[in-house]
């Protein structure tokens, strides 16, 4: 009995110094880690948890993006931060996490232009971003850091130079399927006196797949014409689970990846033919074979022979290249479509140069280079719609940025290695403070699409509109997506007279798309539009 309670009194010793030793090991971590920060910098203002590694937070952000409130949540973190009170426009925040787990939250012009040039060395995708998508785009340009990266960089530069972008006749045949169809063609459930709406998001999706297949192997996957193409079908699957692969973070272990295995030998069966076809030409062969047409995958081919490169660097430039232009033009569209005056000035613009209906010619890499309002439609497009509206660093070493920490938020924040960054381009550009103010002769209304400020002498500043990034790692492929779209844009307005707004399904009125925050920005509701001819 005795042996027993003795027994009981050292199993309870016992217990209380295991957890109080590791308590103690938890706060002096903690001084550590504080410690550390401290020598490097100050801190941001706190976004305020309750739970331990902000569960709670990691729940609320997880609904916000579900109920597409993104935009709302994160400008609250920010703006509700312990300390935000004490400074006059809060642009950065901090929120940490167990131990040592720190993520960065900033919309700082100063901070991003930090991260994407002036420190490019201290900053890059991280370790795990590469490793959560390895099995999909490999070791390609836009998952890997340092020499990869710069490797990768350097074999696709020639890919995107002016002599190899300059002939854009390859859309023609795609926007020949896309014009019925905008028209309405195929569509029955609409009253016979009246043209029909057509939700313009997915047919811009799958006429940008068929335009990037084609442009990259020579062969589109004609999803245009065949809506349910088997790599359009297995290619939307992967895109989204890697979404999902990469915001469930450190628990995506627990996501099954068997349908997103099956769907990636699916599509390296659509691709691989093409490798093993390319890959079988002697170098003279292949020099014969660009002299006539070339397709990406050819050119690529001439700088490497590594058939696991060709699927890697192919699959990330698709994935770059495809969702970008196609989210973009549609939120071009839908706008142009509320806004009848600019379509009118762009269509005056296009038929002065060009002509529109029958008559029309299509425009060639000059025309578009020179057409400036089609360049301000398109600018002001990326502006209030920038794909990429929340990006993510992690850094590579003890390092710092620039501005956000101390009492006023104006001094150098410290940041340890492997801390995450998110920067917002969306709240940057969209932020008044950054435009002339209302009472001003110049005023225009910064929350509003308006492509008349980039011909009215206004001129963002300097790291304030980056929809395509900046520095080293600037897209690689932003003069392409410039002439694809403003390819697009010209051939649909020469085609139609007016485009009319439509409400989405259940609506009574049209009302200002929904966002919905992926892995780029997309409409998260139908954007209906009449296209109507003379
Ligand atoms: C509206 C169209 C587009 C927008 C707004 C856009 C935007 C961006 C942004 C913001 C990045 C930087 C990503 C990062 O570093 O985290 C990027 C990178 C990249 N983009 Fe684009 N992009 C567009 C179209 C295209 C097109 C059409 C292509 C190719 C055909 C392309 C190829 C790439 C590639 C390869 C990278 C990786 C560059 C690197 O890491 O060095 N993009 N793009």
Request: glycine content about 6%; some cysteine; aromatic content about 10%.
């Amino acid at each position: 009995m005795i042996e027993d309670l003795l027994r009981h009194a050292a199993s309870t010793d016992t217990a209380v110094w295991v957890v109080g030793l590791l308590i103690l090991a938890f706060w002096l971590r903690r001084w550590q880690v504080d410690a550390q920060i401290a020598r490097l910098g100050g801190r941001a203002c706190a976004v305020q948890t309750r739970l331990p590694y902000a569960i709670d937070f990691i729940y609320k952000a997880t609904v916000a993006n579900l109920e597409n409130r993104d935009l709302e949540f994160w400008d609250g973190a920010i703006m509700n931060a312990r300390g935000a009170s004490r400074i006059a426009n809060p642009k950065t925040a901090e929120l940490s996490s167990g131990m040592s787990n720190r993520v960065i939250v900033t919309k700082d012009p100063e901070n991003i232009k930090a991260l994407l040039t002036a420190q490019f060395e201290d900053y890059g995708k991280g370790e795990s971003f590469h490793r959560d998508w390895k099995e999909f785009l490999g070791d390609g340009i836009f998952v890997t850091d340092g020499e990869p990266w710069a490797r990768s960089r350097h074999l696709l530069r020639p890919m995107f130079v002016r002599e190899r972008i300059v002939d854009i006749t390859i859309f023609e045949k795609h926007v020949q399927e896309l014009l019925p169809l905008l028209a309405g063609q195929g569509l029955t459930s609409h009253a016979p006196d009246s043209s029909p709406a057509v939700d313009v998001v997915p047919l811009l999706y799958r006429y940008a797949l068929d335009a990037a297949t084609d442009y990259l192997l020579g062969q589109g996957t004609d999803s245009l014409v065949n809506p349910k193409a088997e790599f359009a079908e297995a290619f939307r699957y992967v895109q989204q689970r890697q979404a999902e692969i990469f915001r469930m973070g450190m628990f995506n272990g627990l996501l099954s990846r068997k349908r997103f295995r099956r769907e990636l030998r699916t599509m390296d069966n659509f691709v691989q033919p093409y490798i093993d076809k390319v890959l079988s030409l002697s170098p003279e062969e292949l020099d014969r074979k660009l002299q006539k047409r070339e397709t990406f995958l050819d050119a690529l081919a001439r700088f490497t022979r590594d058939p696991r490169v060709l699927r890697d660097q192919m699959y990330t430039v698709l994935l770059a290249g495809r969702d970008t232009t196609a989210t973009t033009l549609s939120f071009c569209l839908f706008e142009l479509s509320r806004n009848p005056a600019v379509v009118a000035q762009l269509r005056s613009e296009i038929s002065s140069r060009l002509g529109v209906g029958a008559r029309a010619t299509p425009p060639n890499y000059t025309d578009l280079k020179e057409m400036k309002f089609l360049t301000a439609v398109l600018n002001e497009t990326l502006r209030l719609y920038p794909v990429v509206p929340f990006n993510v660093r992690n850094s590579l070493r003890d390092t710092t940025l620039p501005r956000g920490g101390g009492a006023d938020g104006q001094s150098p924040i410290g940041v340890r290695r492997e801390t995450r960054i998110i920067f917002s381009t969306i709240f940057m550009q969209r932020a008044s403070e950054y435009y002339d103010g209302p009472g001003t002769p110049k005023y225009l209304d910064p929350q509003q699409w308006l492509p008349e400020r980039w011909v009215s002498g206004w001129q963002p500043k300097p790291w304030h509109f980056i929809p395509f990034n900046g520095g080293p790692r600037i897209c690689i492929g932003q003069q392409f997506a410039m002439l694809e779209m403003g390819y697009t844009l010209v051939r649909i307005l020469q085609e139609f007279e007016q485009i009319l707004p439509r409400p989405p399904g259940g609506k009574d009125k049209v009302e200002d798309p929904v966002l919905r925050f992926d892995i780029v920005l997309s409409p998260g509701s139908e954007l209906n539009c009449v296209f109507v001819k003379h």
